[in-house]
């Protein structure tokens, strides 16, 4: 009999164990769809990303670029509405925004990030080297 009572046990305690993690994994922190892996886009140029948050607790969002965690302002203005709609935009990229960049959510029962690169490019710099190469081109 007592041997039935820990076997008993041992099965309720698993059950709740399985019962624990299944709560875990259904409300953990999840970032859903929204963000591309690599954004490309010209100097001087707005650019507004965003993304669904999901998880129960509602989530702590943080935005991050090359491993250091962004503050919003003027220039980069960082948004979590809702406790589900996180939103990320820079007014007037220029070459300094250029980095890899990380969206991470977090509750009690985990964290999720998503990484994407931001590359910022200006044409107008490029038009100069066309140019030197025809005067040079033309001198020859």
């Known amino acids: 009999m007592i041997i039935y009572f820990a076997a008993f046990d041992e099965a ?4 709740q164990r399985l019962k624990q993690a299944a709560i875990a994994e259904k409300n953990r922190a ?3 769809g ?6 490309t886009i010209q100097e001087g ?17 943080t935005w991050m670029k090359n491993e250091r965690e962004l503050t919003g302002d003027d220039h980069c ?8 709609y ?3 935009a ?15 959510a977090k509750n009690k029962y985990g964290t999720e990030t998503n990484d994407f690169t931001v590359s910022v490019f200006n044409p107008e710099g490029e038009e100069p080297a066309e140019e030197e190469a025809q005067t040079d ?4």
């Open 12 to 15: 309720v305690a698993e059950f």
């Open 30 to 32: 999840r970032v859903v």
């Open 34 to 39: 929204g963000l591309p892996d690599v954004v």
């Open 45 to 61: 140029k707005a650019l507004n990303l965003t993304c669904n948050i999901w998880g129960d607790p509602v989530p702590e969002v």
């Open 77 to 84: 203005i960082l948004k979590f509405e809702s406790g589900k």
């Open 86 to 88: 996180a939103s990320f």
């Open 90 to 104: 820079i007014t007037t990229v220029s070459q300094a925004d250029s980095g890899k960049y990380c969206i991470r």
């Open 137 to 140: 081109a033309k001198k020859k």
